[in-house]
């Protein structure tokens, strides 16, 4: 429509406001149109076509700059059912986190689903992999651009977008270690620091011996983020640091001098270690950093030990700051070996110390990770560490996991009383649970809190209610 229809327009308008006929202001292709009939039927029509060109012809262009996106990727999972969606956005809504949100994800799609765009949309990488065509739909602006089905080779490498890209290699990694170690090799270096820091990150699956020689080329990198994380993956492979940081007065030696070495035992003695005792903040941040930096076979080389030895000899409970930065360090540089003889002295040990499994979980298997949670469902006065806990598969926890200790009862005891601070302590326990238990434990765990007390339809069984939900609907897709 051009100017002078638009001025047209705007006159007829006022014409009508006014009460007044506007037939004879009407261009000459609106009269044809509105022409043989009655003067009302005239200005019916002519007002019909007036609302058609406000709404449509002078609608406001779109800008040049304006790209035109594919549509959203279908996933490999189908969509949660139309009526389960009412209770996903609860449980969803009633998350406190992005962590817990996408805990409620993955239990979705340990179900075999994957969410509505419109409930929800994966905002980082640490969502379910199924959601990598939608990470990478979201951080696309080329719309001419499709992340290839088959293979990822070195030819096809800039076909894939990032998250694509890592699953692909992270697969790979699993079956193929020296074919995906070849191609981050080949095409990492090519890569922005943050990219080739993730695609470095990913070596630490099938990680093995054969991998060495690449690391240590990345001494070189012009990342330290990079070259400190290649460190770490080495010294998981029993390599050492460089002869520059494990000298007398490298960060190893430093760190060595906040720990004292002692002797146990009367017929046969053996080495022990303990934090030494701390004068000022000042050490306290230093002996944080030196943890954070150094590597435990260093550390361990430094005391004439190998790192089991090290692990096994460390007394747990001296120093609880201590503890943690031991059990951090053995997370993040420790040999397989090392990490899960830490985790299984400190399960078999028990009490409070097992709870620094916690930060060695990401590093454990299934088995282990299980035994974990098992451990803390005995005792409920370490009930919310559930809630930290990381890398944990949904959906296994049996009703016989949750009557072997003292969850059940301890549950009930808070919710009938009175102490509101407890009460908010259960909401978080019972979302945990709902990740964690199979569809028959939170179906059973519901009817157990609202028996003892809670409100049927309290936020904090929103989980389990799905939990529940998508079983009963799997059960009737099956019949």
């Known amino acids: 429509m051009n100017e002078s229809e638009q001025t047209g327009l705007a006159t007829m308008r006022d014409c009508w406001i006014t009460g007044g006929a506007t037939f004879d202001l009407a261009p000459t292709a609106w009269k044809t149109i509105a022409g043989g009939a009655s003067p009302d039927e005239q200005e019916r029509r002519l007002l019909a076509i007036a609302a058609q060109a406000l709404d449509v012809a002078l609608r406001p262009a779109a800008p040049k700059t304006l790209k035109r996106r594919p549509p959203l990727p279908r996933l490999a999972l189908p969509m949660l059912p139309e009526r389960l969606r009412p209770l996903l956005r609860a449980a969803l809504k009633h998350a406190a986190d992005a962590r817990r949100k996408t805990r409620v994800v993955t239990l979705v799609a340990s179900r075999g689903f994957v969410l509505h765009p419109m409930d929800w949309m994966p905002s980082d990488q640490n969502s379910p992999d199924v959601y990598a065509a939608w990470i990478d739909w979201q951080a696309s602006f080329d719309g001419e651009r499709?992340?290839?089905?088959?293979?990822?080779?070195?030819?096809?490498w800039d076909e894939f977008y990032p998250a694509a890209r890592r699953m692909a290699l992270a697969d790979m990694r699993r079956s193929e270690p020296a074919s995906a170690r070849m191609l981050v090799e080949a095409k990492a270096s090519g890569e922005p620091?943050?990219?080739r820091l993730a695609l470095i990150e990913l070596m630490r699956f099938g990680l093995n011996p054969e991998d060495a020689p690449f690391l240590k080329s990345l001494s070189a990198d012009r990342s330290g983020k990079v070259r400190e994380l290649a460190g770490?993956?080495?010294?998981?492979l029993?390599?050492?640091?460089?002869?520059?940081?494990?000298?007398?007065?490298?960060?190893?030696?430093e760190l060595a001098a906040f720990i004292s070495e002692g002797k146990s035992g009367f017929i046969r003695r053996r080495s022990i270690y303990t934090p030494a005792k701390l004068k000022s903040p000042a050490q306290e941040k230093r002996r944080a950093e030196l943890f954070e930096t150094c590597n435990l076979v260093d550390l361990a080389a430094r005391f004439g030990t190998t790192e089991p030895e090290f692990i096994g000899a460390w007394q747990f409970g001296a120093d609880h700051n201590a503890d943690i930065l031991i059990a951090q360090m053995v997370a993040a540089s420790g040999s397989d070996a090392a990490v899960t003889h830490l985790a299984d002295t400190l399960v078999a040990d028990g009490g409070k110390p097992a709870l620094f499994v916690l930060h060695l979980m990401p590093r454990l298997d299934s088995r282990r990770k299980r035994a974990v949670v098992r451990l803390i469902l005995k005792d409920s006065k370490y009930l919310g560490a559930l809630n930290v806990a990381e890398g944990i598969e949904a959906s296994w926890l049996e009703w016989g996991d949750l009557t072997n200790g003292q969850t059940l009862l301890a549950l009930r005891s808070a919710v009938a009383g009175n102490d509101d601070a407890v009460k908010r302590g259960v909401d978080d326990i019972l979302e945990s649970l709902g990740f964690l238990a199979t569809a028959t434990t939170a179906a059973k765990l519901i009817d157990e809190v609202v028996a003892a007390g809670i409100p049927p339809a309290a936020p904090s069984l929103n989980v389990l209610r799905l939990n529940a939900a998508l079983a009963e609907h799997q059960s009737r897709t099956d019949t």
């Open 193 to 195: 620091a943050e990219v």
């Open 232 to 236: 770490r993956l080495l010294a998981r």
């Open 146 to 156: 499709h992340a290839p089905l088959e293979k990822l080779t070195a030819e096809n």
């Open 238 to 253: 029993g390599e050492h640091g460089h002869s520059s940081e494990g000298g007398a007065d490298g960060p190893a030696a």
